[in-house]
């Protein structure tokens, strides 16, 4: 049982696929800019790679939530399909009274 989300643990992949390069060339006294500039690409570049199978679960869990198996229904949904209901019945019998009017 994986308790852990998918978006968490890419999370701190990324974030560790960053800090670690730049601990590493701060470290070695490079400057803290192009040491952070570096640490961005290599940390982009290695989770490209890398983390592939979490980049695609996380997409898939965002495109499970963005587009759910059944559409939410509106709070007002069920009253107001129960006003048309009402208002096409009004409006048959107005006709059907009309009809006998006339005959």
Known sequence: MN???AWVSYSV????????PLAVMLFLRIEWWLAAIAA???GASLSFIFLRKPR???A????????PDTE???????????ALDRADARAADADLQRERESQ
């Open 72 to 82: 939410p229904a509106h709070p007002d949904a069920v009253s107001e399909d129960a």
């Open 40 to 42: 961005a690409v290599i």
């Open 60 to 67: 898939l869990g965002l495109y499970q939530a963005r587009h």
């Open 56 to 58: 695609e679960k996380v």
């Open 3 to 5: 308790v852990v989300p």
């Open 13 to 20: 992949f990324r974030v560790l696929l960053f800090a670690v």
